[in-house]
């Protein structure tokens, strides 16, 4: 296969998942991911995967090529049109500047910001061997977004963001639209946010996972490192103590069926719900017996429960020994976790099993003001330069 028709492979297995706008498409068959990420095989580069470039000292990713899905899923989000001025924060390879410039066309420009000098030459380098020279890429940290160039149409962050840097809201001209991956309480959701009055209103919202910003705007990570070899890790919301759950999440659980009898169906919208409804929410990752796992739960004190098969210790990897969904209590006060975790779990089933998409997210610049006949629906979320109020649809 030549590279066009691998490009053609790529974009007819993303269709079957996904729907991908006719431009954005165009896009994806024009340019040739291969150019940017030089040290991989050809054949590896059009596959649906991401592609890490760059990790620290420690070994953890830095700089990447981002899944082709959810890179086409942000572009239709961020709905960029011929002519358009562009800001990207996050240039990493200057692949997904690339197919901006295909998208905003000869009569649009785009700029796209990385933090390290070596990524803003290789992604200088790159975009010049694939014949995007009209790409003008900079060296600085993207909370400044890039005065120079502003008013921008669109501006996107293909780097995960704790809060809305106020300079890409200023950047931003009338009627122009931000899209950028956020953290909604330990849960990273790409959302495309347009000025509505006083404020910004979320236009979609989409599931994603990528890496945390650096540099001055990286706002708290609520991670707890259980242990670290075989590596356990419990995020958390936000910042708090909690007590001896390693401990804890040795013994047998106290089991608490989700179900009761009728099928509760479960999926990834679920977590969202914890995380917005109930601060105690815990998201376990890391080995869990044999293999590397994560699970979603309650943590309180030296107690922790966890959603898993019925019959399963998920901590130990065990799976379930029956049919049906059960909250997993340990530690003294586990059974109550587990009662109302499965009780989170049963509301999330009762209100139509809400996913990602049915999110809706307002952001208010600085506190929330509250509104008249605020019903005290929907959950505020506190960052720094903004105020988000999130409800599920
Ligand atoms: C997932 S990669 C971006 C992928 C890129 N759009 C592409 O198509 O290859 C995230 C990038 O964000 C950059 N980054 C992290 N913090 C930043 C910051 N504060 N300002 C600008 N760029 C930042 C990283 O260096 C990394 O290259």
């Known amino acids: 296969m030549d590279f066009a028709e691998q490009r053609q492979a790529m974009v007819a297995h993303l269709r079957k998942r996904q729907d991908i706008s006719d431009p954005v498409a165009a896009a994806l068959l024009a340019v040739p991911r291969h150019l940017f990420v030089p040290g991989v095989d050809p054949e590896d580069a059009y596959r649906d995967v991401p592609i890490v470039t760059k990790r620290d000292d420690a070994g953890r990713p830095i700089s990447s090529s981002s899944q082709p899905a959810i890179m086409a899923t942000m572009l239709d989000q961020l709905g960029v049109e011929p002519g358009h001025r562009v800001l990207e924060i996050g240039a990493g390879t200057g692949y997904n500047a690339a197919l901006l ?43 400044q977004g890039y005065a120079e160039r502003a008013p921008y149409d669109r501006v996107i962050a293909t780097v995960g963001v704790w ?14 639209r931000l899209v950028a991956p956020l953290d909604l309480r ?9 000025r509505a009055g006083d404020h910004w209103a979320g236009r979609s919202v989409a599931p994603c996972g990528f890496m945390r910003m650096r540099g001055a705007f990286a706002g708290p990570e609520a991670i707890v490192v259980l242990r670290q070899d075989p590596e356990l890790m419990l995020g958390l919301p936000e910042w708090r103590e909690i007590g001896d759950v390693l401990a804890a999440l040795d013994d047998e659980p106290d089991e608490v069926a989700v179900d009761g009898g009728e099928e509760v169906a479960y999926g990834p919208g679920v977590t969202l719900w914890l995380a917005l409804r109930d601060s105690r929410c815990c998201v376990l990752t890391g080995r869990l017996g044999q293999g590397y796992g994560m699970s979603i739960g309650l943590v309180d004190g030296d107690a922790i429960a966890l959603l898993g098969g019925r019959g399963a210790h998920v901590a130990r990897g065990r799976g379930p020994t029956g049919p049906g969904l059960a909250a997993q ?34 952001a208010y610049p600085g506190a929330y003001p509250g509104r008249a006949g605020d019903d005290g629906q929907g959950t505020v979320v506190p960052k720094r330069h903004t105020t988000l109020v999130v409800t599920f649809n």
Do not use: Y
């Open 101 to 143: 410039a295909h998208l905003a066309g000869p009569a649009g420009h785009v700029v796209s910001v990385d933090i390290d000098e070596d990524i803003v030459a290789r992604a200088g380098r790159h975009l010049s061997a694939a014949g995007a020279e009209r790409v003008e890429v900079v060296g600085a940290d993207g909370v």
């Open 163 to 176: 809060d809305l840097a106020p300079a890409w809201l200023e950047q931003l001209g009338a009627g122009g």
């Open 186 to 194: 330990g849960v990273q959701v790409s959302v495309a946010l347009e």
């Open 329 to 362: 209590g340990h530690g003294p006060g586990g059974a109550a976790l587990a009662a109302d975790l499965a009780g989170h779990v049963r509301a999330w089933n009762e209100a139509g099993r809400p996913e990602t998409g049915d999110l809706r997210i307002h």
